[in-house]
């Protein structure tokens, strides 16, 4: 599917309805600004490029290879828990004095 689509830019933000079909597709974007000045200007700027999600993915691979990540066997693994020493320090007791206090008076004690 090939799609032209003209459009003036009013901010980096973007509304493409046309783009719909496409969506979760590979696709090419270029973009060129209309004109004599813009043309002469496209040749000094280098041209941006999407990465695939190949090319995404194998960039990944490779900076988790050079910093020696292994793949999680066991999500729970990265599961952490609080401090020992912090479990019983009555900070949610305190939380809850505070909330009360501060949004509705009228509640101490009813939580």
Do not use: Y
Not at 7 to 16: A, P, T
Not at 24 to 53: H, L, N, Y
Not at 58 to 76: F, N, S, T, W, Y
């Amino acid at each position: 599917m090939d799609l032209r689509v003209t459009v003036h830019l009013d901010s980096e933000n973007l509304c493409l309805p046309e783009l719909r079909p496409l969506i979760g597709k590979d696709v090419e974007i270029t973009v060129r600004e209309k004109g004599k000045r813009a043309r002469r200007r496209a040749r000094k700027r280098p041209v941006f490029k999407v990465k695939s999600k190949a090319q995404i993915a194998k960039e990944l691979d490779a900076i988790a290879k050079a910093q020696g990540v292994k793949p999680i066997r066991d999500p729970r693994e990265l599961l952490g828990g609080w401090p020992e020493s912090e479990l019983n320090d009555g900070f949610e007791v305190e939380l809850k004095k505070w909330r009360k206090r501060e949004i509705v008076p009228e509640l101490e004690g009813d939580l």
